[in-house]
C-alpha cells in the first residue's frame, strides 16, 4: 500500500514538473520587414501586419562582439555563441518554443545569413529573457527582398 502510494506522489510531482518547464519559453510571431515605413502625415496606417515563414535561431545571449557581421547590415555571417534551439514557423509566422529559464538571442535565417535588428544598451543582439512558468511574448522579422524604407 505505501509502494502504490509512493508511486502515485512520485507521478503527480513529475507531472508538476513537466507542467512548470512546459510553460515557459517564447512565444510570438514573425512579421516581413519591407517598403516604406516612414510616418507621414497623409499616409494612413498600415493594416495589421501579417506574419510570415521562417526559421529562428535562438542562441545563448551574444553581444555584438561575439558575431561576424556583414557590413554595417544586421546580417550575420557565423555567431560565437552556442545555438540552444532551431524552429519553424507556421505558415502565419507564428512560433511556441519551450526554453529553460535564462537571457537569449534570437536571430531569424535568410539563406546562410542571420539577421536581427534590434539591440539593447549593452550591445546584445535581438535580447530576451525566459522566466520560471512563463511564456514571454517575442516579435522578430525578416527583411523582405523590399528593403525598409524610414
Given at each position: ?11 503527480l ?42 526559421t529562428l ?8 562582439s ?44 535568410k ?39 524610414y
Amino acid at each position: 500500500m505505501l509502494k502504490l502510494l509512493l508511486t502515485g506522489l512520485l507521478g503527480l510531482s513529475c507531472s508538476l514538473i513537466h507542467k512548470t518547464f512546459g510553460d515557459q519559453g517564447i512565444e510570438g510571431t514573425v512579421f516581413s520587414a519591407g517598403g516604406n515605413l516612414m510616418p507621414a502625415p497623409n499616409r494612413k496606417p498600415a493594416g495589421p501586419k501579417e506574419g510570415v515563414r521562417a526559421t529562428l535561431c535562438i542562441y545563448e545571449l551574444t553581444n555584438i562582439s561575439q558575431v561576424d557581421r556583414v557590413g554595417d547590415a544586421p546580417y550575420y555571417q557565423s555567431i560565437h555563441t552556442r545555438m540552444i534551439r532551431q524552429a519553424d514557423t507556421d505558415d502565419k509566422g507564428h512560433f511556441k518554443v519551450l526554453l529553460p529559464v535564462g537571457h537569449y538571442s534570437i536571430f531569424t535565417k535568410k539563406g546562410d545569413l542571420f539577421y536581427a535588428s534590434r539591440r539593447d544598451e549593452k550591445n546584445n543582439l535581438a535580447p530576451v529573457e525566459v522566466l520560471s512558468g512563463k511564456m514571454t511574448k517575442v516579435e522578430c522579422s525578416v527583411e523582405s527582398d523590399h528593403k525598409p524604407v524610414y
